[in-house]
Nanobody, 124 residues
Framework: QVQLVESGGGLVQAGGSLRLSCAAS????????MGWFRQAPGKEREFVAA????????FYADSVKARFTISRDNAKNTVYLQMNSLKSEDMAVYYCAAKGDWSRSTRTNDYHYWGQGTQVTVSS
């Protein structure tokens, strides 16, 4: 049974930082592309960032480029999202997800497994 468990969300002031973590179990973590998505109230879930199984390739949504960094530790079966210079528009539930191939797809349907999400609240 695959489980993805996010943590690290919370309340932060605009301009601040948070680091999200996603611990995976029940899959061969080092074989999966890992992604982060987010969903704000009343909006569709949107792509944030993804990282290849080796960690050697990453890509980001334009809205977070240069502010967010995705990384992974295959020894710990964990993927991270470092979020800096947070803005009010970053406020959302953040989800990690896994898929078995590497592509620059940003579609939610391409990801096979999902976590339950962690709330990020940004106060202005």
């Amino acid at each position: 049974q695959v489980q993805l468990v996010e943590s690290g969300g919370g309340l932060v002031q605009a301009g601040g930082s948070l680091r999200l973590s996603c611990a995976a179990s029940g899959l061969t973590f080092s074989s999966y592309t890992m992604g982060w998505f987010r969903q704000a109230p009343g909006k569709e879930r949107e792509f944030v960032a993804a990282i290849r199984w080796s960690g050697g390739s990453t890509f980001y949504a334009d809205s977070v480029k240069a502010r967010f960094t995705i990384s992974r530790d295959n020894a710990k079966n964990t993927v991270y999202l470092q979020m800096n210079s947070l803005k009010s528009e970053d406020m959302a539930v953040y989800y990690c997800a896994a898929k078995g191939d590497w592509s620059r797809s940003t579609r939610t349907n391409d990801y096979h497994y999902w976590g339950q999400g962690t709330q990020v609240t940004v106060s202005s």
